[in-house]
Nanobody, 119 residues
């Protein structure tokens, strides 16, 4: 059974930076895409970014392009999300999951990591 553990969230002022990590265990990921989703209070969970394990090709939603960078360390089965120039509207719980066409693949989610951006 795959387990996903997100970490790295916190409270930061607008314009600040955070680096999220997602450690996957229970399976070795060598193909397909892994990505980040987020859920703000009162809103549905949305896709944020993804990366292909083998090619490293990436995909981002427009609102984070140029500010967020997704990367992966295949040897550690870990995906990262570097978030710069954070805005209050980035406030959400961030989750990772396998991704297919910007939709989550795995049924079970991790606990997520809270990101709060103050204005």
């Amino acid at each position: 059974q795959v387990q996903l553990v997100e970490s790295g969230g916190g409270l930061v002022q607008a314009g600040g930076s955070l680096r999220l990590s997602c450690a996957a265990s229970g399976r070795t990921f060598s193909s397909g895409d892994m990505g980040w989703f987020r859920q703000a209070p009162g809103k549905e969970r949305e896709f944020v970014a993804s990366i292909n394990w083998s090619s490293g090709s990436t995909d981002y939603i427009d609102s984070v392009k140029g500010r967020f960078t997704i990367s992966r360390d295949a040897g550690k089965n870990t995906v990262y999300l570097q978030m710069n120039s954070l805005k209050p509207e980035d406030t959400a719980v961030y989750y990772c999951n396998e991704v297919q066409r910007r939709r989550p693949v795995l049924f079970d989610w991790g606990q997520g990591t809270q990101v709060t951006v103050s204005s």
